[in-house]
């Protein structure tokens, strides 16, 4: 059976989905979008209603797909309680199954399967550089990214191409934590946090995008990836870099002991995710000439911020 021009973006309803969703239509891909909202943004796509829990419906809209693109999972940006702890582990995994359990219906399933993870996988390391092959990370965010790949494994067909996008922090003009990090330097309050030593691994939405379409179309892409830019820089070097973009001369600094205190009351975060961080790069985008528009992040910046 022939299969579609159609792509399925589960867990699509968010700032990645939105901008994947609006890039692949431009390249006349059909897009459909799994979530549990209807999103706010407009486009070209069409929305199905899922609870990324249980089969229904949605899961007739994989017969014949060009491929999966699963992003499904809450929020990290939070406050860790248990429940918020306990839902971001599940979202990821029972999301995953479910979509396994879709797939095995199927007559004709997508030949490919791209699964979202994170580059949190490797842990908080001060100062080592991680690739693909580095050790992976204890806490939280590591276990979740062990047990959502390990669900991916248990999910997806044999005979589907798999590739997982262990994911940075995705720089963006429409959304993520970047929105956050320039109000605060448009307050005059984005200076280095803590120590500023702590490594900050990036990635321009652009890129991020043509990674995607890669991963879907090309069949030499298989396995785990960082999906991450070239250049990882130093928390202090991040923020003076987007104070320039932004035309900010200064910037307060944040004492580790302020932002345990700040970030959940006044933001309601984790403050974990701005004192820790992670110096990433891809050996196999690199062994695979993958070519970046943005491999820099003052080029990148300049990009979003023109």
């Known amino acids: 059976m022939e299969i579609s021009n159609k792509i399925i973006i589960a867990g699509g309803t968010g700032f990645l989905g939105l901008n994947l969703a609006r890039s692949q239509t431009e390249r006349d891909y059909e897009v459909v979008i799994l979530g549990r ?7 070209d796509w069409r929305y199905v209603n899922w609870d990324a829990r249980s089969l229904g419906p949605w899961a007739s809209e994989l017969e014949n797909a060009t491929a999966i693109v699963n992003l499904a999972g809450r929020t990290v940006d939070c406050i860790k309680t248990p429940d918020h702890c306990d839902e971001i582990l599940r979202s990821r995994v ?63 067909l044999p005979d589907m191409r798999q590739v997982i996008l262990r994911t940075s922090f995705v720089i963006g003009r429409s959304g993520g934590a970047l929105q956050r990090l320039a109000k605060l330097v448009r307050w005059g309050l984005g200076g280095t946090v803590g120590h500023g030593r702590q490594g900050m691994s990036w990635i321009h939405e652009q890129d991020m ?16 990836y960082l999906a991450t830019a070239p250049q990882p820089v130093s928390n202090a070097e991040f923020m003076r870099a987007l104070r320039k973009a932004l035309k900010m001369p200064i910037g307060l600094p944040a004492m580790s002991w302020m932002v345990r205190l700040g970030a959940p009351l006044l933001m309601r975060t984790d403050p974990e995710l701005a004192l820790y961080g992670r110096y990433c790069v891809s050996r196999r985008l690199r062994e695979e000439n993958f070519e970046f528009e943005y491999p820099d992040l003052d080029s990148a910046l300049v990009d979003l911020y023109r």
Request: glycine share 6%; proline share 8%; with cysteine.
């Open 209 to 224: 995008n043509r990674l995607f379409l890669r991963a879907i179309t090309d069949n030499s892409m298989q396995g785990a």
């Open 37 to 43: 909202n209807q999103p706010q943004t407009k486009g």
């Open 94 to 156: 029972e999301a995953t199954d479910i979509l396994g359990k879709a797939v095995r219906q199927l007559d004709s399933p997508p030949p490919v399967w791209v699964q979202m993870s994170t580059a949190h996988r490797y842990g908080d390391p001060p100062e080592c550089i991680c690739d693909e092959d580095s050790a992976f990370g204890y806490g939280l965010a590591p276990f979740v990214a062990q047990e959502w790949e390990a669900a991916f494994q248990r999910a997806v």
